[in-house]
């Protein structure tokens, strides 16, 4: 899946790509919990497989969440990541392993004997003859919580989600975004740990979405409630999230931040679901010993591809190097070096208003897609359909792939 240019939120004008950089560039302050050993998860899957018969919808996974994270699980339909949401609410039991919340092992305990876990479903599940207010206090009422103490929640969730006008209304007089913000009201009004949400966002159109997810933000660091997200989206992932599980055929290809995750993919199914990402093969030729990597790419046309090597790289080794669109620099003019370099034409140009973005058939056979700004500084000529192009990359740039 490939970011769609729709371009909406804060960072309006630029491009997915450019989005993502910007976030990026200004990673959460600090906030890092996985990485201080002395910190002890929130939540714990240790070796957790699920089967459906014969089917392995979950497999193997071993995964920490930290307290105030906001978590993603990330990857296509059907590769498992509802089924472990299920599995941390109690709505399905694991065949092996063990769910540990807060220290504790929940693994056999039911749904309703997870009080400190709430989760908003993808349907929103409202009922109907109710009002937003009677809504939102339901899970509070069935606790039997005093009437003058689910006022005071109510009241307090219903104002986080901006919903305060609409307490009186029923859900039919709502639109599915002012639904959402009820269910999440009334999963907040619990006042949970742990926030579970699958899809959350699925019903929204676009520009409603990207709207929703910088409120789930803020509700998220205002009630300081850690939340875990199932999407598909890897916008939503890399726009919400302090970490995201990359999930492929019910198991975990990389826990990394959204950073991390965009730079430094650690396979081809990452690089390519994460963003628009550009694949070329090759074989090392040499290993320098200087911490980078020389490769001959698959064309054997006699140039080198240089890059940050890897751990675990031999000579004669298969690779895949990747390269974001944006890393690359399009020219008109042959560069100096012949290092990093690839010769094409362009077969495909799309201006986007701050960015235009070629598409270039390469000498060896390959179709890859380089951005470049539209700046008043470009000194060259607008660059254009059959030109022949230079593309160029900074070795650091490039990240080397062994699968
Ligand atoms: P989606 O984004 O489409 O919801 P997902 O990644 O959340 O997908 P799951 O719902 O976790 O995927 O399902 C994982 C796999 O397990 C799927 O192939 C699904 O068909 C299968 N599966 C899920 N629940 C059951 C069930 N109760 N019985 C049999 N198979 C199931």
């Known amino acids: 899946m490939t970011a769609s240019p729709t371009i909406n939120g804060p960072?309006?004008?630029?491009?997915?790509?450019?989005?993502?950089?910007?976030?990026?560039?200004?990673?959460q302050s600090g906030f890092a919990p996985w990485k201080d050993p002395s910190k002890q998860p929130i939540i714990r899957f240790e070796n957790v497989t699920k089967r459906f018969g014969d089917f392995v919808a979950v497999d193997?996974?071993?995964?920490?969440?930290?307290?105030?994270?906001?978590?993603?699980?990330?990857?296509?339909?059907?590769?498992g990541k509802t089924t472990l949401l299920r599995m941390l609410a109690g709505f399905e039991k694991p065949t092996e392993g063990r769910v540990i919340v807060e220290g504790k092992d929940i693994t056999d305990l039911a749904p309703y004997e997870r009080s400190n876990i709430n989760m908003m479903f993808q349907s929103y599940a409202l009922f109907p003859h109710m009002t937003v207010e009677r809504n939102v206090g339901f899970g509070l009422r069935q606790e039997g919580m005093p009437e003058d103490q689910i006022k005071a929640r109510v009241n307090e969730a219903m104002s986080l989600v901006e919903l305060g006008k609409f307490a009186h209304r029923k859900?039919?007089?709502?639109?599915?975004?002012?639904?959402?913000?009820?269910?999440?009201?009334?999963?907040?009004?619990?006042?949970?740990?742990?926030?579970?949400?699958?899809?959350?966002?699925?019903?929204?159109?676009?520009?409603?979405?990207?709207?929703?997810?910088?409120e789930l933000m803020r509700i998220q660091e205002q009630t300081g409630t850690t939340f875990v997200i199932v999407t598909h989206d890897q916008e939503e992932a890399m726009t919400v999230a302090s970490r995201?599980?990359?999930?492929?055929?019910?198991?975990?290809?990389?826990?990394?931040?959204?950073?991390e995750i965009y730079e430094s993919p650690q396979s081809r199914y990452v690089a390519q679901f994460i963003g628009d990402v550009n694949i070329m093969e090759g074989k090392v030729v040499s290993l320098p010993g200087?911490?980078?990597?020389?490769?001959?790419?698959?064309?054997?046309?006699?140039?080198?591809?240089?890059?940050?090597?890897?751990?675990?790289?031999f000579v004669g080794q298969q690779v895949w190097l990747s390269v974001r669109p944006e890393k690359f620099r399009i020219s008109l003019d042959p560069p100096q070096s012949n290092v990093n370099v690839v010769k094409g034409r362009v077969d495909d140009v799309?201006?986007?208003?701050?960015?235009?973005?070629?598409?270039?058939?390469?000498?060896?056979?390959n179709r890859v897609t380089a951005l470049r700004a539209n700046s008043s500084h470009n000194v060259e000529r607008a660059i254009s359909w059959d030109d022949t192009v230079w593309l160029e990359w900074p070795a650091e740039s490039a990240v080397v792939l062994k699968a």
């Open 11 to 27: 960072a309006a004008g630029a491009s997915p790509a450019e989005r993502r950089l910007l976030r990026t560039a200004a990673p």
């Open 60 to 79: 193997n996974i071993t995964l920490d969440i930290y307290e105030r994270e906001f978590f993603a699980l990330l990857g296509p339909s059907g590769c």
């Open 171 to 214: 859900p039919h007089q709502l639109s599915g975004g002012q639904q959402q913000r009820v269910a999440l009201a009334r999963a907040i009004a619990k006042k949970p740990k742990l926030m579970l949400l699958d899809e959350p966002l699925g019903a929204l159109d676009k520009k409603l979405r990207n709207q929703a997810q910088f």
């Open 244 to 259: 995201i599980a990359v999930m492929n055929q019910g198991r975990l290809e990389q826990v990394s931040t959204p950073g």
């Open 290 to 313: 200087d911490g980078t990597v020389e490769i001959t790419p698959a064309s054997g046309d006699g140039r080198i591809f240089k890059a940050g090597a890897c751990e675990g790289l």
């Open 350 to 365: 799309g201006y986007l208003g701050s960015i235009s973005h070629y598409h270039v058939h390469t000498e060896a056979g």
